[in-house]
């Protein structure tokens, strides 16, 4: 059952391991990708590791990610860092693993904005959620702008 975070528990959430980041975003603040802003992004379930440690094995959690583009680490950044939540942030990794991504690679924010068919407050998002043929043809859209590059240089291959 979902549960939705009453004004007291969302008042009371210090952001845990993400508290400066949670701290200093306004109550306002939207994630880029799935547009759920921070009480929104807040789920009830299982922690684990040093905050099921402090914080108790089962409560609120919501992640803060700075994600940021791994083209980036070999000099082809096409985005800036943008914070997202937590759940965005692992679909990036979702969609790159559905794409068959190799190699340095990330999709950007508004890439993945449109690969996310519905984001529900306060819930993971699910498979039937993600658009992933559209990941997939974002993908081999812009390896061919790549391979087409004169520098010949093949996109994203670990072998290069
Ligand atoms: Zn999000």
């Not at 680490?73 to 965005?88: H, K, V």
């Amino acid at each position: 059952m979902i549960r939705y975070p009453t004004d007291e528990e969302y008042a009371s959430y210090d952001g845990m391991h993400c508290n400066v980041k949670w701290s200093r975003l306004s109550h306002d603040w939207q994630c880029p990708v799935c547009n759920r802003n921070k009480r929104q992004i807040l789920q009830w379930g299982k922690r684990v590791g040093s905050n099921a440690l402090r914080y108790g094995s089962i409560g609120w959690k919501a992640g803060l990610h700075t994600h940021h583009d791994h083209g980036a680490d070999i000099g082809r950044e096409r985005f800036s860092p943008t914070l997202l939540c937590g759940a965005c942030n692992y679909l990036d990794a979702r969609l790159k693993r559905k794409a068959g991504v190799t190699g340095e690679f990330s999709f950007s924010p508004s890439e993945m904005r449109e690969c996310l068919i519905l984001a529900r407050p306060n819930e993971k998002i699910r498979d039937c959620d993600i658009d992933f043929d559209r990941a997939k043809s974002i993908y081999s859209a812009l390896s061919l702008i790549r391979a087409s590059a004169k520098d010949r240089i093949l996109p994203f291959s670990p072998a290069l």
